[in-house]
């Protein structure tokens, strides 16, 4: 069964320095992977995905994640982080087969920028 | 454009009630999903919609319904209410059901069961 795992559930980084939230999957077959964003008492925002090619995939808002099929992992990056990044990040993996849109979320990772 | 509309914003039930979700894709999207979010977890999947037909169904009680009308829109209908129900809705939808394009989502629904 296809699976995603954010082993942080919080991660704080100061405002100007680089952050990672990490993400690994298991699936069979090809992984579509994407990162989503949550405000509070909002609604999911697409970040980025990957489907194919390029291992560094380049998002909204800066952000960008890089795909490391050997790890398994897909760690959502940004060179330099801002106060208002912080929100709840969640890793997604679209459900195999191609039948369904079905995505399979992380339990997220809490991001707190810190000014 | 508009992106994904959902209605109603907030809503209290109690248990045993029954209650009608509404969702409006972005104009164009003919794929609608529904996801239940309860707090400190992750979106569950619960439907897919495509062309009016079901094209996935999670892991939910048959309690659990939904349909899709001609314009794309969607309804999700729960039944028999349960505290456990308590959860933000959210409705994505999407351009096709078969290439891997993104999914958009709406503010969701939040329900309350008491």
């Known amino acids: 069964a296809q699976s995603v795992a954010q082993p942080e559930d919080q991660v704080n980084v100061a405002e100007g320095n680089p952050l990672t939230v990490k993400c690994t999957y298991s699936v069979s077959g090809n992984p579509y992977l994407f990162w989503y964003v949550q405000y509070p008492n909002r609604g999911l925002q697409f970040l980025l995905k990957?489907?194919?090619?390029?291992?560094l995939v380049k998002g909204s808002y800066g952000f960008e994640a890089e795909f490391n099929k050997s790890q398994t992992s897909f760690h959502l990056k940004k060179p330099s982080a801002l106060v208002s990044d912080s929100a709840l990040y969640f890793c997604?993996?679209?459900?195999?087969?191609?039948?369904?849109?079905?995505?399979?979320f992380g339990t997220g990772t809490l991001l707190a920028v810190q000014p | 454009d508009a992106g994904v509309t959902q209605s109603p914003t907030h809503l209290i039930k109690t248990r045993g009630q029954q209650v009608t979700l509404r969702c409006s894709p972005i104009s164009g999207h003919k794929s609608v999903s529904w996801y239940q979010q309860v707090l400190g977890q992750g979106p569950q999947f619960i439907f897919q919609y495509y062309e009016k037909e079901e094209r996935g169904r999670g892991n939910f009680p048959d309690r659990f319904s939904a349909r899709q009308f001609p314009n794309y829109s969607s309804e999700l209908n729960v039944n028999a209410l349960l505290l456990g129900d308590s959860a933000l809705y959210l409705c994505a939808s999407s351009l096709w059901d078969r290439d891997v394009s993104e999914q958009f989502f709406g503010p969701g629904t939040r329900l309350t069961v008491l």
């Open positions: 990957y489907i194919t090619g390029d291992n």
């Open positions: 997604a993996v679209r459900d195999g087969g191609g039948a369904t849109n079905k995505l399979i």
